[in-house]
């Protein structure tokens, strides 16, 4: 069975026509998301995690790469009816569910118009918006249904996205920081609430944050940013428990404790957020490396294979130079 998704050497430069001076948001990032996979992505802000969401959406048009879809490329230019295709099977779930939710519509409108506009449940519209607020936790359904966004909290907002998101009947959702915009106590229910809905309706998931622990609760395989760059990638638990990635190591040393609350609110890492118009040649991540040696700039490393189906970008993990280092330094 193919994967639901595959992104290959995916890349995004803003500005400058593609050509040099412009800024390279993403650069050649690769990743597969098998059906009922939930990938996490994980890095700081800027670092290009809601570029490749809205790539594979097709709200930007990639400068180069590939993306598949159950195997089969989407082509780079796409008509009405494809897109609209593409638009239905690829379902974003955002940040903050207080902007995406049109205030004056009750939330039956706001379900039924993307059954109305893939042509879905013909004549059984009320039902059908009804078995997605219960399917969301929102029950009885007639107590929503008639409800305006702002008559919501914050968690029941984003249920409603959610809903909205299923009604399409995606295979793919890709969720922007879903959770956030919400209050710690009700980040586990929403994130629960998701993974019970992939479990139900075996949807494949790309699940972006800046929290390491709600990747770690959330995902299957976590990839991990810098700066445009896939620098790590591996088993959820692999990644976070055991970084091998200089950079994951330096969020994980940042991040709350995990007694200081299920879920932490912030890992931003300490260090300036990296200028993506003045990019050291080779590793991204060399200027803020606290093991970066001259050879860290003769080119971007490849991927390493540190085993367990876990890949990490540097060179502290090629052989000549673990033995030049003879275990003085270890990732
Ligand atoms: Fe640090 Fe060099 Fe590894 Fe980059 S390649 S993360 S600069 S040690
Ligand atoms: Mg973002």
Request: net charge positive.
């Amino acid at each position: 069975m193919p994967n639901t998704l595959d992104i290959v050497n995916l890349r995004k430069v803003f500005g400058a026509r593609g050509r040099a001076g412009g800024v390279v948001a993403v650069n050649d990032v690769s990743f597969s998301i098998a059906r009922g996979e939930v990938l996490g992505l994980v890095g700081e802000s800027g670092s290009g995690k809601s570029t490749i969401a809205r790539l594979i959406a097709r709200l930007h048009t990639p400068t180069a790469g590939e993306i598949l879809l159950n195997g089969q490329p989407v082509p780079r230019r796409l008509g009405g009816r494809a897109l609209k295709r593409l638009r239905k099977n690829v379902q974003m779930i955002f940040q903050d569910p207080y902007a995406s939710l049109n205030p004056v519509h009750p939330v039956a409108y706001t379900l039924k118009r993307p059954l109305q506009i893939h042509g879905l449940a013909r004549g059984g519209t009320q039902a059908e918006v009804d078995s997605l607020l219960e399917r969301v936790g929102l029950s009885p359904a007639s107590t929503y249904a008639g409800k305006r966004s702002f008559e919501l909290s914050g968690g029941q907002r984003q249920r409603v996205g959610i809903a909205r998101a299923l009604a399409a009947r995606p295979e793919l959702i890709l969720a922007d920081e879903p959770t956030s915009a919400l209050d710690v106590s009700i980040r586990l229910d929403v994130m629960n609430l998701m993974l019970d809905l992939r479990d139900q309706e075996g949807l494949s998931m790309l699940f972006i944050t800046h929290d390491l622990a709600g990747a770690r609760y959330m995902s299957d395989r976590v990839a991990v940013l810098y700066a445009g760059t896939l620098v790590e990638l591996g088993p959820a638990v692999e990644v976070i428990d055991r970084p091998q990635h200089p950079y994951t190591q330096l969020l994980k040393s940042a991040a709350p404790k995990p007694d200081a609350g299920l879920v932490p609110e912030t890992i931003e890492a300490r260090g300036e957020v990296p200028d993506l118009t003045t990019l050291p040649p080779g590793c991204p991540f060399e200027p803020r490396c606290p093991h970066a040696m001259p050879e860290c700039r003769d080119g971007l490393p490849k991927m390493y294979d540190v085993g367990h189906g876990h890949t990490a970008r540097c060179i502290l993990h090629d052989p000549a130079i673990r033995a030049r280092n003879q275990g003085l330094v270890t990732v």
